[in-house]
């Protein structure tokens, strides 16, 4: 694993206001329900008050989500949509097969009425939040944030939108988009090309993951999601998971880096069923994050 304190460390200078010439960067992992991991992280770094501590905050699918509650001040309302809205067969359905993870319903309702994202909130925080999502066409990623002039709900939902799962292309400025795991699960690299010395990064997979145990199969299944893609789309799509065990060796410190970067690592104890409904479960996944958060700053701040 990966901990390097110094990146425990400076963030907790910037909440005290010493100033410095860091750039510090926040990475929090998607993964359908396992995200919500990620929630209860973010909800331990708001309880510390570190919310404006970081430059850079890095989210694809559910990642997104939770780094655009943490930035409006709202991470336990965003963790807790998990365990009180999307419980059950609410969210998860597999009866439906053209929306198997019921995104309208997420992003629709619950996201715009139930428990609504503080837009302008966000959207005037000094953190800039970038979300990942790949170009429908060519399997290409592509990058927004919560400056850009565009419907922030709307790009969290095309960063969500996992073929096989969601099977609807979101259009944005006239391009069609995706499934931002396509190609930025975890995007250290995007951190090191923004200038970031230090990075938080929040996984939702526990240490010594891969998605390799059924490769064979699980290719074949991604060529049959892909086949209505282009053959670029596919291509790409089919190296996702090679992509994403690389970003998973840097973070656990199985792979160096080839630039300097300090980075420190919080992942869950277990692995979530990623399609997980129980709320009691679902809440012990967020409680583990919250406690994982507390434990990297705590122990620091102590020693």
Known sequence: MRKDGKVIERIINRRTGV???????LIIEGGGMRGVFGGGAMIGLESLGLTNCFDHVYGTSSGSCSGAYFLSGQA????SIYWEDLKWFNFIKPWKLQKIMDLDFLFDVVMKKVKPLKTRKLISSKSVL???MANAETGSCISY???DNIDFLKLMKASCAMPGYYNKIIEINGNKHLDGNIGKAI???EALTDGCTDVLVVTTVPEGYRRSRFRQLRGSFKELLAIAFTKQFRKTYKLSDDNYNDSLDIAFGVKPIHRKINIYTVSPDYLLFAGEIRPWTLRLSAANGI???R???LTEEIS
């Not at 336990?76 to 963790?79: F, I, N």
């Open 19 to 25: 100033s410095d010439e860091f750039k510090i960067g």
């Open 76 to 79: 336990k309302d965003g963790a």
């Open 130 to 132: 970038k979300v990942f």
């Open 145 to 147: 944030t919560n400056h």
């Open 187 to 189: 995007p250290i690299e």
């Open 291 to 293: 406690y994982k958060i």
């Open 295 to 297: 434990e990297a700053f």
